[in-house]
C-alpha cells in the first residue's frame, strides 16, 4: 500500500461503460509517481483553493483535479523556489522532491504540450 499519483491527458466527452466506469476516447498518461508526498500536498493546497471540486467525501483521496496551465506555472514555480509543502501521511513515505525533480519537470512539459494540443489535464491520487 502506498500513495499513488498520475497524470493523465483527457480529450473528449466522459464516457461509461457496461459496468459503469467513466473513460474518455483519447485518454494518455503524462507521468506517474510513487510515494511523492509533497507534490500530493501542492496539489491538495490547489484542490482546496479551487473549492474541492469533484469531493467524493473522502477528502483529496481518488479526485480529479483539473491542471490549467496557470496551475502549472505555479508547479513550476514551487520547484524552483524548492518550496513544495513538505507533507506527511500514512502511506505517504519520506520527501522525493529530489528523487522526482526531472520527472516532475518532464511532466510539466509534457502537461502544456498536452493543453495546447486541446486535452484537459488531469492529477489523481489514491492511497
Request: charged share 30%; net charge negative.
Amino acid at each position: 500500500m502506498g500513495l499513488d499519483q498520475y497524470a493523465t491527458a483527457r480529450k473528449g466527452e466522459p464516457q461509461q461503460d457496461t459496468e459503469g466506469y467513466t473513460y474518455y476516447e483519447d485518454t494518455m498518461e503524462l507521468a506517474y509517481w510513487r510515494k511523492h508526498p509533497n507534490l500530493q500536498g501542492w496539489m491538495e493546497e490547489l484542490w482546496y483553493e479551487k473549492g474541492c471540486p469533484n469531493d467524493g467525501g473522502d477528502g483529496f483521496n481518488c479526485v480529479d483535479l483539473e491542471l490549467t496551465l496557470e496551475d502549472l506555472d505555479s508547479l513550476e514555480e514551487s520547484l524552483d523556489d524548492e518550496a513544495l509543502p513538505e507533507t506527511a501521511g500514512f502511506f505517504f513515505g519520506g520527501n522525493a522532491d529530489d528523487h522526482y525533480a526531472e520527472a516532475d519537470r518532464e511532466f510539466i512539459v509534457a502537461a502544456r504540450a498536452a493543453i495546447k494540443q486541446g486535452y484537459t489535464v488531469v492529477y489523481s491520487s489514491w492511497w
